[in-house]
């Protein structure tokens, strides 16, 4: 078994930490004086030595930006993938970058890691084609159209307060309304004639079914679970699930707690996991369901503590009677057979 996994933020947590030692002078989150903690070996849940031990062939980077925590949003992103390609160099020994589906060939026969550079928030591009374009020749393959703010492109999957209004925004109650604007249906089919896969977690339901409507080539939800197991906005009702598997594309299953469980906000089971899996396969089929751990950006799962504990994902899902073939295109073939469909 091998593993693809959609979505980590690990990046964007490499950043922060690095940023708040240069405010403090003092080792963060764990780090002792002197010890490694880049991608190498960073005691997060992501690093190089926790993807090899869990039996990853490729990992994909998302770099988060914030919109209320930064004034530029292009500035940050192009800050973290300076980071993203520091990492890369320093370790290119064990891990390479992917740009087309040669690149995560030929790191297999080098028996290197892969790694596929993704944005999670469209709004880094603020409206531009011409910065899609610049994004797209700095290595990125994969775009999250929203986060949680509404952006140039769309909105995302909560109930926005009206104008004026000062209460916040109800993150229970779905968007059927605000889907894609006429910016974003321009990036859709721009970033498909590139060659650059859609995602939609965080989109609007509207949005969803924007994108369903138009794509013509597969699109993702990197990093969404099952609404019918749990009821939380971030994930795919039964009617999508079955839409996104209809266009070819894939769903990653995300481990955040209060994903997978109604009502948790900490702990995990292998079991919720397992029943998401199931679910999905049962509404989409066998080929519309991948890995999206979303590590480093979501409180730890016990029962998934890290990228290293990935094989206890596989013995889960074979003791929940998924068989050996499904188990491979949920961890790694259904997010391969896109990327080479999709990449050029």
């Not at 690093?47 to 994909?60: A, I, P, S, T, V």
């Not at 409206?127 to 700095?138: P, T």
């Not at 049962?282 to 998934?304: Q, Y």
């Amino acid at each position: 078994m091998s593993v693809a996994d959609m979505h980590c933020d690990t990046i964007s947590a490499l950043l922060q930490r690095k940023r708040d030692r240069a405010r403090s002078g003092k080792p963060q989150d764990g780090c002792e004086e002197g010890q490694e903690s880049g991608l190498r070996r960073s005691g997060l849940h992501v690093d190089l030595e926790k993807l090899r031990k869990g039996g990853y062939l490729l990992q994909n980077f998302a770099l988060f930006v914030p919109l209320s925590e930064c004034g530029d949003p292009f500035q940050e992103f192009t800050a973290l993938a300076d980071l993203y390609y520091e990492e890369l160099e320093k370790n290119r020994d064990l891990i390479g970058p992917v740009f087309s589906w040669e690149d995560l060939e030929k790191n297999r026969q080098e028996g290197k890691l892969s790694a596929l550079l993704t944005v999670e928030e469209g709004a880094v591009c603020q409206g531009s084609i011409q910065k899609l374009h610049r994004i797209f020749r700095l290595g990125v393959r994969m775009l999250t159209l929203t986060w949680n703010f509404p952006n140039e492109l769309g909105w995302p999957n909560v109930k926005m307060p009206k104008e004026g209004s000062k209460d916040a925004p109800d993150f229970t109650v779905p968007d059927l309304e605000h889907g894609l604007t006429e910016t974003g249906f321009q990036f859709l089919e721009e970033m498909e004639h590139m060659g650059m896969i859609v995602d939609v977690s965080h989109l609007s339901d509207a949005g969803f079914w924007d994108v369903a409507r138009k794509a013509k080539k597969p699109f993702v939800a990197s990093h969404s679970n099952a609404r019918a197991v749990c009821s939380h906005v971030r994930n795919l009702d039964d009617a999508m699930i079955r839409a996104l598997a209809e266009k070819g594309g894939v769903m990653g299953l995300n481990f955040c707690p209060s994903f997978l469980e109604e009502g948790r906000e900490t702990g995990g089971s292998l079991a919720a996991i397992a029943a998401h899996a199931r679910h999905i396969v049962d509404t989409g089929g066998e080929d519309c369901l991948g890995l999206g751990s979303d590590f480093d950006g979501i409180p730890t799962n016990e029962a998934l503590p890290d990228a290293s504990c990935l094989p206890l994902l596989a013995d889960a899902l074979e003791k929940s009677g998924f068989s050996q073939r499904q188990i491979d295109k949920i961890c790694e073939k259904n997010v391969l057979r896109v990327y080479r469909e999709v990449l050029k």
